[in-house]
Nanobody
Framework: QVQLMESGGGLVQPGGSLRLTCLAS????????SGWFRQASGKEREFVAF????????YYGDSVKGRFTISRDNAKNTVYLQMNNLKPEDTAVYYC?????????????????WGQGTEVTVST
């Protein structure tokens, strides 16, 4: 059974950092790519970052460029999201997802398997 499990969320003060982890089971990450999305309360799900598992090339949403870094460990079937200089507007549930391999990567319909999410709260 294909599964994704996120971890690493929590409460952090503005300007702080967190590292989210997404562990895959039941399939091999290096067949495609993975993405991170987030959904704040009352808002639509938003694209955060994507990584190509073949060459590691990343792509970021405009709101996180320069602050977040996506990376992967092929041997561990794991993708990471390092989040620095966090802001209150980064507060959301963060989801990792498996890319379905189409031409775009920023829409949630581009992904076919989703984790349960991990909550990130940025607040004093």
């Amino acid at each position: 059974q294909v599964q994704l499990m996120e971890s690493g969320g929590g409460l952090v003060q503005p300007g702080g950092s967190l590292r989210l982890t997404c562990l895959a089971s039941g399939w091999t990450f290096n067949t495609a790519g993975s993405g991170w999305f987030r959904q704040a309360s009352g808002k639509e799900r938003e694209f955060v970052a994507f990584i190509n598992w073949h060459d590691g090339s990343p792509y970021y949403g405009d709101s996180v460029k320069g602050r977040f870094t996506i990376s992967r460990d092929n041997a561990k079937n794991t993708v990471y999201l390092q989040m620095n200089n966090l802001k209150p507007e980064d507060t959301a549930v963060y989801y990792c997802a498996r890319w379905a391999g189409d031409s775009t990567v920023v829409y949630d319909t581009d992904y076919d398997v989703w984790g349960q999410g991990t909550e990130v709260t940025v607040s004093t």
